[in-house]
C-alpha cells in the first residue's frame, strides 16, 4: 500500500517524508539517499560558505541521484547578512524546482523564487504566521511544534494542539514537523490533517548523516529529557541537545539579566562547528529536538524509511483497521 497525499502528488515524490534543512548536516550525503528512497531531501543553502560552493554542492547531489531534491535557505535579521541574492541565483541555475524557507520575512525570497517556477514550504512556528506565508504565495507549509529542534518560536504550543489548528485555517498542504520519529508519528500527523511529515533530528542518527559517530550514539544514549531550551530570556528560544555548553547558558540566564554577549562565547557557531567536527559532544551547542527519546538505533536512510512506511501501514491497515467494528 502507498500512501499518498496532497503533498506527494504536488512535489512529485513517492512517500509523505521530508528531510529538512539543518546547518552543518544538509550536503549532499545527507540528501542524495533520502531523495533515493523516494522522499524529499534538502540541502543547506548557508552551510555553504558562499553561493558558488552550494552551485557545486547542488552539482555534487545531481551526481548522485537523478530524484527530486531542494535547498533549504534560512532567513535571519543579522548585522551583516549572507549575500541571499547571490544564494538564490546559485539555486536557480542549479534548476532546483524546490525550496524550504524558514526565517524572518521571505516575501522577497518567495518572490524571486516563484518567478522562476520554483515551489516554495516555509517553515513556520505558529498558525498565524503560515496564515501569512499562505498569503505571500508559498505552495506548502511545514508546521513546527514546540518539541522540535532549533528554534520552536515563543508560543510553546506542542504539535498535538498546532497541527490540528493549524488544518483548520490553512488550505495549502501543509507537513508536521517536530517530534516525529516513526510509523507511528506519520499516522498520527496524518490523522491531526498534515499532509506529510518533516524530520530533522532522526535524520541525523542515520548512517549517512555527515556527522560523527559520538554525536549520533549520544542521540541515542539521550532520552526525551536530554534537551535544553536556551535563549529564553532573549525571546529567542532555541531548542538542544543537553551537553555542559547548553547547561552553563541556561545558568547565566537564570542568574537575570543575561545579554547576548553574555552567552556569546559559549554558542558561537565556529565553537560548535569545530566541537562537531573533533566529535565533542560537550564542546559547543547542536540542535536537537525532544524526539531523541524516540530514537534507539542508527540505520541507513533507506532502512529508516522502509521501517517508518511499513509501520505506518501496518497501523493504518491492521491497530486502526482492527479498531472498527
Not at 77 to 82: A, Q, V
Not at 169 to 198: E, F, T, W
Amino acid at each position: 500500500m502507498a500512501i499518498k497525499t496532497r503533498f506527494t502528488e504536488e512535489f512529485g515524490i513517492e512517500k509523505p517524508i521530508v528531510q529538512g534543512g539543518m546547518q552543518w548536516v544538509g550536503y549532499a550525503e545527507m540528501v542524495a539517499p533520502v531523495a533515493e528512497a523516494g522522499c524529499l531531501g534538502f540541502l543547506t543553502a548557508l552551510t555553504q560558505p558562499t553561493p558558488e560552493a552550494l552551485a557545486k554542492e547542488i552539482a555534487r547531489t545531481r551526481d548522485m541521484t537523478d530524484k527530486p531534491f531542494g535547498v533549504n535557505i534560512t532567513i535571519l535579521p543579522t548585522i551583516t547578512p549572507p549575500p541571499y541574492a547571490e544564494y538564490r541565483q546559485a539555486i536557480i541555475e542549479g534548476g532546483i524546482k524546490i525550496v524550504e524557507t524558514a526565517g524572518y520575512k521571505p516575501q522577497e525570497h518567495v518572490d524571486h523564487f516563484k518567478q522562476h517556477g520554483i515551489k516554495v514550504i516555509h517553515k513556520c512556528t505558529a498558525v498565524r504566521h503560515a496564515l501569512s506565508a499562505e498569503r505571500m504565495g508559498v505552495d506548502a507549509i511545514s508546521i513546527d511544534g514546540f518539541e522540535c529542534a532549533g528554534h520552536p518560536g515563543e508560543d510553546d504550543i506542542p504539535g498535538m494542539i498546532l497541527i490540528p489548528a493549524a488544518a483548520n485555517k490553512v488550505k495549502i498542504p501543509m507537513l508536521a514537523s517536530g517530534g516525529i520519529a516513526d510509523g507511528r508519528g506519520l499516522v498520527a500527523a496524518l490523522a491531526l490533517g498534515a499532509d506529510g511529515i518533516n524530520m530533522g533530528t532522526r535524520f541525523c542518527v542515520t548512517k549517512e548523516a555527515p556527522i560523527p559517530e559520538a554525536f549520533k550514539q549520544q542521540m541515542v544514549e539521550n532520552d526525551e529529557r536530554q534537551t535544553d531550551l536556551i535563549f529564553r530570556t532573549l525571546h529567542n528560544t532555541a531548542r538542544v541537545m543537553r551537553n555542559a555548553v547548553s547547561q552553563e547558558v541556561v545558568a547565566i540566564e537564570r542568574e537575570g539579566g543575561a545579554k547576548f554577549e553574555d552567552v556569546q562565547h559559549l554558542v558561537s557557531g565556529k565553537r560548535g562547528l569545530a566541537a562537531m567536527r573533533e566529535g565533542d559532544t560537550d564542546g559547543g551547542i547542536w540542535s536537537a529536538g525532544m524526539v531523541q527519546g524516540l530514537i534507539n538505533d542508527i540505520p541507513s536512510v533507506a532502512e529508516l524509511i522502509d521501517q517508518i512506511m511499513s509501520d505506518a501501514e501496518a497501523i493504518i491497515d491492521q491497530r486502526l483497521g482492527g479498531m472498527r467494528s
